[in-house]
């Protein structure tokens, strides 16, 4: 495989003038450019990724680091991230929550793998990392944005969404279509998003009247399978509902499986909405009413924020997302 030193041999250039013809940068003669890409066509030359990264000074590598490689959740956002950076020009390389360790250290170990690989910046999707976690990296850290969480020391470079809303939104539609009797299935209360929209949806019904200290509230996952078993054991209670909330669409989506297998007919005997408005929530049966986050819209601004310190450029970004409730036929008025 042809080398640098090649081209520069058989074009009769010095070595430092050949690689500003392959980068681009610097100035050389009409004359010499045309003899150093006449030398790189006759040998075939193709610079390696580690040798553009020498010549340009960056690798055009972006790091993604997310808790798991699954699920609706995640899934979608990495295709934003990765079509926002291939327009750029540039490459994604993802790490994500695996090994011995708990969440925090395997963000951890995350974080200093897409560092080593040389990542001209991180975009980091975790809120169990810590403020020392971030200081860890050192005085010269790579450029990050953190997204659905906020650090102190990095604050102006993360991008969240409006989850108190959210949960308000959730409340005042089950609310507007006159329910009362709810059930909530709630997230993992060490997740700071789910205390956050859970605390607003409860503070909401409490505004109008509802004693939110006698509602049927059960933890789970985020999983299908948290939704599945939180349906089952709302059945098993005899409590009565007349609608659920689930604190995101993949326990929403166990909860309908259920409800169908147990022939239970929603929304006619029970209402059902979500939380995220995921690709997945306009194909579940029947289709799922959910509070429509701007996941996209927060992804596409943080990757934007990241390329304009990576790489000088100068792309607009915005902190302002709308938050609204995408009504489908899993929800019906109370009593209907």
């Known amino acids: 495989?042809?080398?640098?030193?090649?081209?520069?041999?058989?074009?009769?250039?010095?070595?430092?003038?050949?690689?500003?013809?392959?980068?681009?940068?610097?100035?050389?003669?009409?004359?010499?450019?045309?003899?150093?890409?006449?030398?790189?066509?006759?040998?075939?030359?193709?610079?390696?990724?580690?040798?553009?990264?020498?010549?340009?000074?960056?690798?055009?590598?972006i790091g993604v680091y997310i808790p798991v490689l699954s699920g609706t959740f995640y899934t979608p956002i990495l295709q934003i991230i990765d079509t926002e950076l291939r327009a750029a020009g540039l490459h994604m390389v993802v790490a994500f929550g695996a090994g011995l360790g708990g969440a925090r250290q395997q963000a951890i170990e995350g974080m200093a793998f897409l560092v080593e690989r040389g990542c001209d910046g991180l975009i980091l999707m975790t809120n169990v990392?810590?403020?020392?976690?971030?200081?860890?990296?050192?005085?010269?850290?790579?450029?990050?944005?953190?997204?659905?969480?906020?650090?102190?020391?990095?604050?102006?470079?993360?991008?969240?969404?409006?989850?108190?809303?959210?949960?308000?939104?959730?409340?005042?539609?089950?609310?507007?279509?006159?329910?009362?009797?709810?059930?909530?299935?709630?997230?993992?209360?060490?997740?700071?998003?789910?205390?956050?929209?859970?605390?607003?949806?409860?503070?909401?019904?409490?505004l109008a009247g509802v004693d939110t200290g006698k509602m049927w509230v059960v933890e789970k996952d985020f999983s299908p399978a948290g939704g599945w078993s939180a349906a089952k054991e709302l059945v098993e209670s005899g409590q009565r509902c007349s609608a659920m909330f689930c604190a995101n669409d993949e326990m929403a989506a166990g909860a309908l499986s259920y409800f169908q297998?147990?022939?239970?007919?929603?929304?006619?005997?029970?209402?059902v909405i979500g939380y995220d408005d995921t690709p997945s929530a306009e194909f579940s049966a029947p289709r799922l009413s959910t509070v429509h986050m701007p996941w996209r819209e927060m992804t596409q601004n943080g990757v934007s924020d990241l390329l304009n310190r990576c790489y000088d450029l100068q792309r607009p970004v915005s902190r302002d997302y709308p938050v609204t409730m995408t009504l489908r036929a899993s929800l019906a008025r109370a009593g209907a």
Request: proline share 5%; glycine share 8%; charged share 25%.
């Open 1 to 61: 495989m042809a080398t640098i030193k090649d081209v520069a041999r058989l074009a009769g250039v010095g070595l430092g003038t050949a690689s500003r013809v392959v980068s681009g940068k610097g100035s050389v003669s009409p004359a010499t450019l045309a003899k150093v890409r006449a030398a790189i066509d006759e040998l075939g030359f193709r610079p390696s990724h580690a040798a553009r990264t020498l010549l340009s000074g960056n690798s055009k590598m």
């Open 261 to 271: 297998e147990a022939g239970i007919r929603v929304p006619h005997e029970i209402s």
């Open 129 to 206: 990392l810590l403020e020392e976690d971030i200081s860890a990296l050192g005085a010269r850290p790579p450029p990050m944005v953190v997204l659905n969480h906020v650090f102190d020391s990095i604050a102006d470079h993360c991008f969240t969404v409006d989850h108190t809303l959210g949960g308000k939104i959730a409340a005042r539609t089950l609310l507007d279509h006159g329910h009362r009797e709810i059930a909530l299935v709630s997230g993992p209360a060490s997740l700071p998003d789910n205390v956050v929209r859970v605390d607003a949806f409860k503070r909401e019904l409490e």
